[in-house]
C-alpha cells in the first residue's frame, strides 16, 4: 500500500509518496531551520527503504526548493526530475544554486513532459514495477507554455511552467499535484489538458485564489476532495461544494 504526505511547512510545498513498489517519490521541498532535522531524518528513513528515489521539482520559487541543499547532503539526490528550463534570479540562494545544479547535470536530471515514460516512474520490467506517476502537463510545444520560459530565463516568475503531476496505481486512489500554476494561465491551457477524474487534488498556489482552478478543469477532474495550502485565509479560496 502506497502512503502519501504533504508536509506542514507553512507557505510552502513538500510532499512525498511511500509508494507500494519499491519507489520513493519526492515533490517539492520546503524545509525551515525549525523543522530540518525532523524532515531531513524522516526523509532518509523512508529512502533508504526503497531502490529508487527520485525528487520531483515543479519550480524553482523559494517556497518549493527551500533545504534543496540540505536534502541533496542528506539523501544524495540521483534522479532530479523538472521541466527543460533556463530559469535566472536576480537573488540567488544556496538552494536555488543546487536546484541549477541538479537540473543542469546530464547524469542526475530527466525532463518532464506531457505523456514522457521512464523506468521505473511509470514503466515497468522484470526489476521492478512502475510507480504510478505520469505528467499530463506541459506540452513543450504549447505557445503559452513557451512564453513562460522565456518569461522565467528572463528571471521573472516560474509558477507557470509548474507540470500537472498525476498518482495513480493498482485502482488505488489517484491524486494531481499542479505546483503553483496560477488562474490566468491555466484559463490559457485548459483546452489543451487531457485530465482524468480523480479523488484528491491538491489546489495549485497553496490554495490561493490567484491560482484558482477553473470551473472548466473542477468539472472534467471532479475531484473528492481538495487540499489547500496555509496561505493567508483572505488570499485562500475554499472551493464552495468540494471537501476539502
Known amino acids: 500500500m502506497s502512503r502519501i504526505k504533504s508536509f506542514s511547512v507553512?507557505?510552502?510545498?513538500?510532499?512525498?509518496?511511500?509508494?507500494?513498489?519499491?519507489?520513493?517519490?519526492?515533490?517539492?521541498?520546503?524545509?525551515?531551520?525549525?523543522?530540518?532535522?525532523?524532515?531531513?531524518?524522516?526523509?532518509?528513513?523512508?529512502?533508504?527503504?526503497?531502490?529508487?528515489?527520485?525528487?520531483?521539482?515543479?519550480?524553482?520559487?523559494?517556497?518549493?526548493?527551500?533545504?534543496?541543499?540540505?536534502?541533496?547532503?542528506?539523501?544524495?539526490?540521483?534522479?532530479?526530475?523538472?521541466?527543460?528550463n533556463e530559469a535566472t534570479k536576480e537573488d540567488i540562494t544556496e538552494d536555488f544554486e543546487k536546484y541549477c545544479e541538479l537540473r543542469d547535470d546530464n547524469d542526475k536530471s530527466f525532463y518532464i513532459h506531457e505523456s514522457c515514460s521512464r523506468y521505473w516512474m511509470n514503466d515497468s520490467n522484470e526489476e521492478r514495477k512502475s510507480s504510478g506517476i505520469n505528467i499530463l502537463w506541459p506540452k513543450t510545444t504549447n505557445t503559452h507554455f513557451k512564453n513562460e520560459l522565456e518569461k522565467v530565463k528572463?528571471?521573472?516568475?516560474?509558477?507557470?511552467?509548474?507540470?500537472?503531476?498525476?498518482?495513480?496505481?493498482?485502482?488505488?486512489?489517484?491524486?494531481?499535484?499542479?505546483?503553483?500554476?496560477?488562474?490566468?494561465?491555466?484559463?490559457?491551457?485548459?483546452?489543451?489538458?487531457?485530465?482524468?477524474?480523480?479523488?484528491?487534488?491538491f489546489a495549485p498556489h497553496h490554495g490561493r485564489k490567484s491560482g484558482r482552478v477553473p470551473s472548466e478543469m473542477l468539472d472534467v477532474m471532479k475531484p473528492k476532495i481538495i487540499v489547500v495550502g496555509e496561505?493567508?485565509?483572505?488570499?485562500?479560496?475554499?472551493?464552495?461544494?468540494?471537501?476539502?
Not at 155 to 167: A, L
Not at 231 to 244: F, K, M, V
Open 231 to 244: 496561505a493567508s485565509s483572505e488570499d485562500l479560496e475554499y472551493y464552495a461544494n468540494y471537501t476539502q
Open 10 to 84: 507553512g507557505n510552502g510545498d513538500m510532499f512525498y509518496i511511500f509508494h507500494g513498489s519499491d519507489n520513493f517519490s519526492i515533490i517539492d521541498c520546503c524545509i525551515t531551520e525549525d523543522e530540518k532535522e525532523d524532515i531531513l531524518d524522516e526523509v532518509y528513513s523512508l529512502k533508504t527503504q526503497k531502490g529508487i528515489t527520485r525528487f520531483i521539482s515543479t519550480h524553482p520559487d523559494e517556497d518549493h526548493i527551500l533545504g534543496l541543499e540540505d536534502l541533496d547532503e542528506k539523501i544524495n539526490i540521483l534522479n532530479f526530475y523538472c521541466v527543460e
Open 154 to 201: 528572463n528571471g521573472e516568475s516560474p509558477n507557470n511552467i509548474s507540470p500537472i503531476i498525476k498518482y495513480s496505481l493498482n485502482e488505488g486512489v489517484s491524486v494531481i499535484w499542479m505546483g503553483d500554476l496560477e488562474n490566468d494561465f491555466m484559463d490559457k491551457i485548459k483546452d489543451n489538458l487531457d485530465l482524468p477524474e480523480v479523488d484528491i487534488l
